[in-house]
């Protein structure tokens, strides 16, 4: 997230905003790291913005080296303890790291990874504090005006881990919704059910409908692991506040209440993100469906001519590739098998470069069996069309040699009428058989036949 102004470029200055906790609240110090020095005892607060690793060069000096890839690196999440151990044990270093993916559209979203670092003096208190990836520049103060007592923050970091987690939280339930949104506007979208009610998404009739239902599944998939991860995260923050109470119990229970408080924010915490967890994979399974629907169902592809177009060209083009080679094949087959024949070991020719007299057999055999060989696949390849004319041809002789009709031959409009055996004839597209031009033939013989009550 960038908090310099549309259009301005990243500088370190408009990346990063120092406030300083004074007795009458947050105070902004401008934007120079070295503001820590001048005010060692202090309670800091930094925010920081997603280039704050490019622009700050000498960042790896002030985090440990297990910090930097939450700087600098792609995670979806982190989290780590240190304790110092000086006569009291305690937190003495603690990091969160969460990562948010928002979707605006199929083909927009944005990528986040709010994190927090904490630095905590025990015996005074301070607490020098990095925020990064969070919140814009207008939200910043009122985060920090929403914290809980000085005093109590004082005494346990974990309350802005739980500040932290809450605003989060928010996030990603802002996150889920602008998913669900997508996938409900293609169940919603007209696809297999007349009258359904049009979304904002693409039809399908349109070319990106399939590429969009894979970009929404991705984003579900994205949402699924981010959440579940900031989960563990949550579950993390609550079992490390259990370690810290059993190693420092007597120092603790003597401020209970600053140590119950934010365990009970972290536990609600973590159980919100479980139920945005559940509905996640409640979403992605209702935009499997969606996707099952389309894919295993023929109307969509009845409803898509320009996928159809390309798929249909598709297949011609590949059809007709293959008949090329095919018959190019069938050419060259015949004279293949002679050759192979006439080169057996029970032919003999002379030995040397003379050619012998009777090589004219080979084209005798070759040429006519080359011929037999294609028009037999013409025959094979275009017997629907031969028999449908070979039909038409022999309904014609009849009717050019019959002598007359009577009126029961002549429908009430005067036109002939055509005997049912031979209208089957003309519209059979089973294929070219002998079968059939025998019935063909004999048609020209069995004359009008018509069935004729009797009692």
């Given at each position: ?89 305690f937190p003495k270093v603690t990091w969160s790291c969460y990562k948010i993916k ?354």
């Amino acid at each position: 997230m960038t908090m310099s102004g549309e259009g301005e470029k990243p500088t370190l200055k408009n990346e990063i905003q120092i406030f300083e906790e004074t007795a009458s609240g947050w105070e902004l110090r401008g934007w120079d790291l070295n503001f820590f020095d001048e005010t060692p005892d202090a309670n800091i607060a930094v925010f920081c913005s997603g280039e704050f690793a490019r622009l700050c060069a000498d960042y790896k000096t002030r985090f440990q080296k297990e910090f930097w890839s939450v700087i600098d690196k792609d995670i979806n999440g982190s989290f780590h303890c240190e304790y110092a151990c000086t006569g009291r044990v305690f937190p003495k270093v603690t990091w969160s790291c969460y990562k948010i993916k928002k979707v605006f559209r199929a083909d927009e979203y944005h990528w986040r990874q709010p994190a927090l670092h904490i630095e905590w003096d025990q015996r005074t208190g301070r607490q020098r504090v990095y925020i990064f990836d969070f919140l814009p520049l207008h939200e910043q103060r009122s985060f920090l005006d929403s914290l809980p007592s000085r005093g109590q923050r004082n005494l346990n970091p974990f309350f802005w881990h739980a500040a932290l987690a809450h605003v989060v939280l928010e996030q990603y339930d802002a996150a889920f919704w602008s998913l669900r949104d997508l996938v409900r506007g293609h169940e919603k979208s007209p696809k297999l059910t007349k009258g359904r009610k049009k979304s904002s998404t693409v039809a399908i009739e349109d070319e990106e409908f399939f590429p969009e239902l894979h970009d929404i599944a991705r984003h579900v998939f994205h949402y699924n692991e981010t959440i579940e991860v900031a989960e563990h995260t949550l579950q993390r923050l609550g079992s490390e506040q259990m370690r810290w109470r059993k190693e420092d119990r007597t120092d603790v229970e003597k401020n209970l209440e600053a140590w119950i408080k934010p365990h009970t924010d972290l536990l609600y915490q973590e159980k919100s993100a479980f139920s945005l967890k559940t509905r996640s994979k409640s979403l992605n399974n209702r935009h499997l469906n969606e996707i099952n629907l389309v894919l295993f169902s023929p109307l969509p592809f009845a409803l898509c001519p320009l996928k159809n177009m390309r798929f249909g060209h598709d297949a011609r083009s590949d059809s007709s590739t293959m008949k090329i080679i095919a018959v190019v094949s069938m050419v060259y087959l015949p004279g293949t098998f002679v050759s192979g024949l006439f080169g057996a070991n029970f032919f003999s020719f002379q030995d040397g470069w003379a050619m012998a007299s009777n090589f004219w057999l080979y084209w005798a055999v070759t040429i006519p069996l080359t011929m037999g060989t294609v028009l037999v696949w013409a025959l094979w390849y275009w017997q629907d069309l031969i028999a449908r004319y070979w039909a038409k041809v022999i309904l014609g002789m009849r009717k050019d040699g019959s002598q007359q009709k009577t009126k029961k031959d002549r429908g009430e409009d005067g036109e002939d009428k055509v005997e049912k055996g031979d209208e089957s004839l003309l519209r059979r597209d089973s294929g070219f058989s002998p079968i059939r031009l025998i019935r063909a033939a004999t048609t020209m013989k069995r004359g009008n036949i018509h069935r004729k009550e009797s009692v």
